[in-house]
């Protein structure tokens, strides 16, 4: 039996892990092993990432995770924060620095794009590959020193070519399973590391000759993604420019409550998170859209199980239920109606 270390962390990660376990209960028998993270293991244990929860995923095949972070721990110093202390250090532990963020457009929701229908046209389908575990998030030097005016904050940007080499295939790979497409975003005509990037990413190219490679400075990236996203397969960027992308390829689909994503590492160990963050604003009210948590345990079937065929059935029972009418405010339109997390929940696991 599948092992998965549920941690729904804070505001509404809470409300939408019940979701997802419910979704996954309709397909299989898993064994659940909950743990606290972010703001609410603060409260509990006194620090983000406490040493049970990291045992928990330790003995656990796959983690699946909500979202950490609100006002409430905001004041904290920046090291003990939720995102801090909890998120990278366990992106980083396990080594998951293959981050797939797929944007794709549920065909009900085309009209809650911000983009013009013309833009649109039948849907897009982006897989972003970010690196997550290197970059200036990770890099030494990092701090702030000094006194006064001379007061400097610092962040050391840097990849090694192991680093690049090892999501660059990522990449290749993913792009050999569909459009063959592979667009490699950085920053080379300023960044020394982006120089790096580029060389490397050339030099893996040349085992992919079926695949295409374009390089592109994320600035224009910035753009084309909302001048025509139908240009890009598979996006593959570093830490920081895949965080920046991933945000602005999750909104052109509609809504960022319905963005999954999976961070793997070498062995295929992944956790499996939504895009979106824990939205303190509209925590504890039942409005919270619960799909993107629900298509990430679907990733999780997917990578780390090798269960396709149930990976796909959660796809298409989100697919029936747009299609049915449904809609959590987020992505709410005239004419359909208007449930709550809950209730979404239900929907969907009734379509399985
Ligand atoms: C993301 C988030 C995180 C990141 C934050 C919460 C640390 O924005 O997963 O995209 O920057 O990686
Ligand atoms: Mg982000």
Redesign the pocket.
Known sequence: MHKVAVLPGDGIGQEIMPEAVKVLDKLGEFSYVYADVGGAAIDKHGKALPEETLKACRQSDAILFGA??GPKWEKLPPEQQP??AA??PLRKIFDLYANLRPAKIFKPLAGASPLKPEIIGEGIDILIVRE?TSDV?FGQPKGIEGTGDNRRGFDMMQYTAREVKRIAKTAFEAALKRNKKVTSIDKANVLHTMVLWRETVAEVAKKYPQVELNNMYVDNASQQLVKWPHQFDVILAG?MFG?IL??EAAIITGSLGMLP?ASLNEKNFGLY?P?H?SAPDIAGQKKANPIAQILSAGMMLKYSFGMQKEAQRVEDAVLKTLEDGYRTGDIMTEGCQKVNTQEMGDLIAERI
């Open positions: 950490v972070g995102e801090r998120l990278l997550l998030y830490n965080d991933s945000d994503s998170e895009v963050g």
